[in-house]
């Protein structure tokens, strides 16, 4: 097995691997989405953009690196509900915790969890 490697990352040169089509983008940084490995990636959320109420299969440890996350929890998405959580905010979100978020400005957060990782949309 060869042995780990320092990395670093500056929030304003990610390597993003997929973007989708709202404009979000998104990269597995460190580690495996695999089931049982813990991994670390970026979530780039473009100005103007939210996103309805879901949850995920994990806990997810949240930095929000540049810009301002909007996330509010519940059914149903009401953006006055949102609180706001400028750069340097940490969050902690239990799997399974029903939520909405986005942005009115470009933000960038980098996330930790453990795989596998799923997004699964309130119906």
């Given amino acids: ?14 390597p993003w691997e997929t973007v989708y089509d709202d404009g979000t983008k998104s990269a597995t940084l460190v580690g495996s989405r695999e089931p049982g490995y813990m991994f670390t990636y970026a979530f780039f959320i473009p100005a103007g953009v939210f996103d309805a109420p879901h949850h995920h299969i994990a806990d997810a440890h949240l930095h929000v690196a540049s810009g301002e996350l909007m996330l509010g929890y519940g059914t149903s998405f009401i953006e006055g509900d949102a609180d706001r959580f400028p750069a340097r905010s940490f969050l902690f979100v239990p799997a399974h915790a029903i939520h909405f978020d986005g942005a009115e400005e470009d933000t960038v957060l980098i996330g930790t969890a453990t795989g596998p990782w799923n997004t699964q949309y309130w119906s």
């Fill in 1 to 14: 097995m060869q042995p780990k490697q320092p990395q670093s990352f500056d929030s304003r040169l990610i």
